[in-house]
């Protein structure tokens, strides 16, 4: 059986509490010109402009982020066609129509990422539990604050 335990960004997993666990998203807009490719499952930070963009976009300093991207609908430029897809291409988007991209930005809202970081001086099973329902810091974004609870999956 092959290996299922690889990267696969942020999945939600559930709500803090006794709520609805809808894993409902909201609208947001990527800016039709956006060069950068979002993936489903990545963290996203409002922009000045009022549309959203990678992580990777932060300037500097501390970022809040809005949430965890789902996916997106925009018209093609070249096919004319509403596209719907669980990723943003960086490009290919009409101009003369809004992107529209579906975030997770339930404060309450649980996740579960895969990581290939090693939790530092976690020898035994007990010191990696420990590690379950902590919440992360990410190692690139300029020193991004994480505003919502994520679950680290372990797999032991």
């Given at each position: ?10 999945r ?15 609208e ?8 950068n ?15 959203i963009?990678?992580l ?17 609908e ?13 990723n ?17 930005d ?12 090693v ?22 974004g ?15």
């Amino acid at each position: 059986m092959a290996n299922t335990n690889v990267a696969f960004g942020f999945r939600p997993y559930g709500v803090l509490g006794s709520a609805a666990n809808t894993t409902g998203t909201t609208e947001y807009r990527i800016a039709s010109g956006n060069a950068n490719r979002i993936y489903q499952g990545m963290a996203v930070i409002p922009l000045a402009t009022g549309v959203i963009d990678d992580l990777q976009a932060a300037a500097g300093g501390n970022v809040s982020t809005i949430g965890v991207f789902n996916g997106c609908e925009y018209v093609s430029s070249t096919t004319g066609e509403t596209i719907f897809s669980n990723n943003w291409p960086g490009s290919g988007a009409d101009a003369n129509f809004p992107v529209k991209a579906f975030v997770y930005d339930n404060p309450a809202q649980l996740f579960t990422v895969a990581t290939s970081n090693v939790v530092a001086g976690a020898n035994t099973e007990a010191e990696i539990r420990a590690a379950v329902f902590a919440n992360i810091a990410l190692a690139t974004g300029n020193s991004v604050l994480i505003p919502l609870v994520f679950l680290l999956q372990l797999w032991i």
